[in-house]
C-alpha cells in the first residue's frame, strides 16, 4: 500500500510565506508525477501545481509567479513553497502522487489534507 502525507500547513499574515512539504511511503516502485491541490470554504478542488518525472511543470494561474513545486526523488517528497500569500489563499491543501507500486500495479493516491489559513 502506498500513502502521502503532507505537512506544515498553519497561519500566515497576508504578504507571508509558507513551504509545505508531502512524502510518499509504502511499496513504491516509481512515483510518476507528485503535485498540490486545494480546496477553500465553498469552493471546488483546484489544481495548485503539478510536477510529473518526465514532463512540463504545470501551475494554476492563480498561483503562477508566486508558488514554486520541486521534487526530492530520492526522498519520494514534493514541495511547495508559497510566498507572497493572499487571503484568497485560504484552503486545504492535498497533495497527490501518482505511479507504480511494486509488482507493477499503478496507485494514485491523496493525502489528508494540511489547512492554510491567510489571515491579518
Known amino acids: 500500500q502506498v500513502q502521502v502525507a503532507e505537512s506544515g500547513g498553519g497561519l500566515v499574515q497576508p504578504g507571508g510565506s509558507l513551504r509545505l512539504s508531502c512524502t510518499g511511503s509504502g511499496a513504491i516502485f516509481s512515483i510518476s508525477a507528485m503535485g498540490w491541490y486545494r480546496q477553500g470554504p465553498g469552493k471546488q478542488r483546484e489544481l495548485v501545481a503539478t510536477?510529473?518525472?518526465?514532463?512540463?511543470?504545470k501551475y494554476g494561474d492563480s498561483v503562477k509567479g508566486r508558488f514554486t513545486i520541486s521534487r526530492d526523488n530520492a526522498k519520494n517528497t514534493v514541495y511547495l513553497q508559497m510566498n507572497s500569500l493572499k487571503p484568497e489563499d485560504t484552503a486545504n491543501y492535498y497533495c497527490?502522487?501518482?505511479?507504480?507500486?511494486?509488482?507493477?500495479?499503478?496507485?494514485?493516491?491523496w493525502g489528508q489534507g494540511t489547512q492554510v489559513t491567510v489571515s491579518s
Open positions: 510536477k510529473p518525472s518526465g514532463g512540463a511543470t
Open positions: 497527490n502522487a501518482r505511479g507504480l507500486r511494486v509488482g507493477w500495479h499503478e496507485f494514485d493516491v
